[in-house]
């Protein structure tokens, strides 16, 4: 089975404080992913990666920086955090082989910043 | 338009009861669906895998996908309290992760 792992299910963090959320997948896919879930919004996707030390922007990239060093470890940044930055973080991974364009989800990240 | 348009619901159903659950999309290039049941304060898990138009049925469960309406659809039979949970539909062309998802649809099995 795929596992992915996130390194905190709670957060509370105070405003303008640097934030880091972890995640790590086992299964050696190439693509991993960061969104973040929202009441009424859905998921939105902040940053991909689809390779070790590379990253591309997602939807709503701004506030929010990556990094991925290794090929199982894919790392969110919050450089200040904000209260608008509230929510539910998911990670999520994926092999590159075409026809398996399927995504694994960590359990989830929820940050609350006061 | 959003590429994905998905009734967010909530849904309620008598235990036993058939769920039927759909989403539209806009983009043509979308090749694989996939449909995933997200329980409370839990991460998405995956559910349903069809590549193209068609059914595909696994245990209570079908997914359909019309690509020529540009729609596809969920239902799960006999349902159960188990069942109680936010289902999200996704989306990709061929060749590309990146998936569109639907804003999910809350599902409510009563006993």
């Known amino acids: 089975d795929v596992k992915v792992t996130q390194s905190s299910r709670y957060l509370v963090k105070r405003t303008g404080e640097k934030v880091f959320l972890e995640c790590v997948q086992d299964m050696d896919h190439e693509n991993m992913f960061w969104y973040r879930q929202d009441p009424g919004l859905g998921l939105r996707l902040i940053y991909f990666?689809?390779?070790?030390?590379?990253?591309e922007k997602g939807d709503i990239p701004e506030g929010y920086s990556v990094s991925r060093e290794k090929k199982e470890r894919f790392s969110l940044i919050l450089e200040s955090a904000s209260t608008n930055q509230t929510s539910m973080y998911l990670c999520?991974?994926?092999?590159?082989?075409?026809?398996?364009?399927?995504?694994?989800f960590g359990p989830g990240t929820r940050l609350l910043v006061l | 338009q959003k590429e994905v348009e998905q009734d967010p619901g909530p849904l309620s159903v008598p235990e036993g009861a058939i769920v039927s659950l759909n989403c539209t999309y806009s983009?043509?290039?979308?090749?694989?669906f996939m449909w995933y049941r997200q329980y409370s304060r839990k991460g998405p898990e995956l559910l349903m895998y069809t590549y193209s138009s068609g059914n595909k049925e696994d245990g209570r469960f079908t997914a359909q996908v019309d690509k020529s309406s540009k729609y596809i659809s969920l239902f799960i039979r006999d349902s159960q309290p188990s069942d109680s949970a936010t289902y999200l539909c996704a989306m990709s062309p061929y060749g590309n992760n990146r998936l569109a998802f639907g804003k999910g649809n809350q599902v409510v099995v009563i006993p």
């Open positions: 990666s689809y390779d070790v030390k590379m990253k």
């Open positions: 983009n043509s290039a979308f090749q694989y």
């Open positions: 999520a991974s994926s092999p590159e082989v075409r026809g398996q364009e399927t995504q694994y």
